[in-house]
C-alpha cells in the first residue's frame, strides 16, 4: 500500500519549470465507511501547477508555505502580519493558490512573493498542496520548510527567530510551537462565534478568547464519536486552557506537532514520502510525525515556552459531518497505525 501512502511526485526527477504536471496516486471512499467493511476507490489523480519564484529568492533561507483557496480578506491580513513582524526578510514565502476564483495571484506579485497555482479535479487536498512546494524548494536546494496555515499570524519577530533557532540548533527533523486563539479584535470570525466553537467542542465551558488552541500532543479513546475506527485519536493538548500553565508553556519531545505550523528539515520530508496524499483533510500531520517516532529519528519537538503564535482555527471550522474525504482519512490513519501505535506511543 506505499502507492497510496506516500507521495508519487518525490520519487521522480523535477527540474524546475514554470508550469507541470503531477500525477498522484490516492485512495477514496467509496461510499459512507462502516466499521466492518472499508471499501475504496483508487484514483490517479493530475494536478496542473503553474509556479513562478520571487525576485529575491535564497536557496539559503528557509522557505514558509501558505495554501489558500480565495479568500483574499484573510490573505492580506495573514500577509500584512509576517511583513510587520520581518518574516518575509528572513524567509522565502510560497503562496498556494488552491483553484482560487479571486485574484490571488495578484495579491501575491503585489507583495513580490513566490506563488504556485494548483489546479485539480478531485477536490482539497492539504498533502499533496504542501508537497508539491516541498518538491520544488528540494530541487532548489533550500534546507527547510515552514507548513504555515493561512489562518495563523505571528505575535513577535523574535518568537519566529527562537523557533527557528532551537530547530536549527538541536537538529529536530520536525519542531512546532504553542498555538493560541487570537483576541476578537483580530479574528475574522463573526462575533464570538462560541455557537461554532461549542458545536466542535461540545465539552468546553466559558470564554476561549486567547486561550491555547494547541499546548502540544496528547491521546484519548472516544467510542462513539467520529473516531471510532481508531484505538487512540490524536487531540491538541491544553485546548481552551491558559496560556502560563507549565504543562503547556514548556519545551519537549513529543509524538506530534500540529500541520497548521510545522518547521521541518526538508531532506527528512523527502525521505519519509511527504503528507501521506491519501489522506487529504485530516491526520496527515500527525501521520508523518509517528513516521518520524517509528523509525527512531529525533522526536518531534514542541517549543512552547514563553512564545506563542496565533490561530484562527475558529474561522475555518467546517460543520460537513457527511464529508465522505475525511471518513476516508480516519480509516486510513487507523489502518496504517492502530496495530502499532499504543506500543508506539509508550516505548
Known sequence: ????????????KFAEKDNFVVTQNELLGK????????AFTKLNVSYNCQWMKQSD?????????????????LLTITLQNLKLHNIHTHCNIIIVDDRSIEDVKGLVLENKLSYLRVDNDKGFNFSMLNNI????????????IILWNSDLWCVKEEWFLKLLNNHTKDKNVVSGSKLVYPPLSMSLSEGEDTD????????????????????????????????EHLALSPIHYGRFKGL???????????????????????????????LNPSMSKNFQDVDLCLKVVKLGLPSPMYYGKDIY????????????????QLATDHVIFSKIWNQSMVSLLLN
Open 57 to 73: 529568492w535564497s536557496n539559503e533561507k528557509p522557505t514558509i508555505i501558505i495554501p489558500i483557496k480565495d479568500s483574499l480578506n
Open 133 to 144: 512546494p516541498a518538491k520544488i524548494c528540494h530541487s532548489l536546494g533550500v534546507k527547510t
Open 309 to 324: 503564535f496565533y490561530h484562527d482555527e475558529s474561522f475555518s471550522l467546517s460543520n460537513n459531518k457527511n464529508d465522505l
Open 196 to 227: 461554532n466553537i461549542k458545536l466542535h467542542f461540545p465539552l468546553m465551558k466559558g470564554k476561549w478568547r486567547e486561550t491555547i488552541q494547541f499546548g502540544g500532543d496528547y491521546w484519548v479513546h472516544v467510542p462513539n464519536s467520529p473516531f
Open 31 to 38: 461510499s459512507k465507511i462502516s466499521e466492518k467493511k472499508h
Open 244 to 274: 502560563e500553565d507549565s504543562r503547556y508553556n514548556c519545551d519537549r519531545g513529543a509524538s506530534f506537532v500540529t500541520g497548521a505550523l510545522q518547521v521541518w528539515d526538508l531532506e527528512h520530508y523527502i525521505k519519509l514520502g511527504g
Open 1 to 12: 500500500m506505499k502507492l497510496y501512502y506516500e507521495c508519487n511526485f518525490f520519487d521522480e
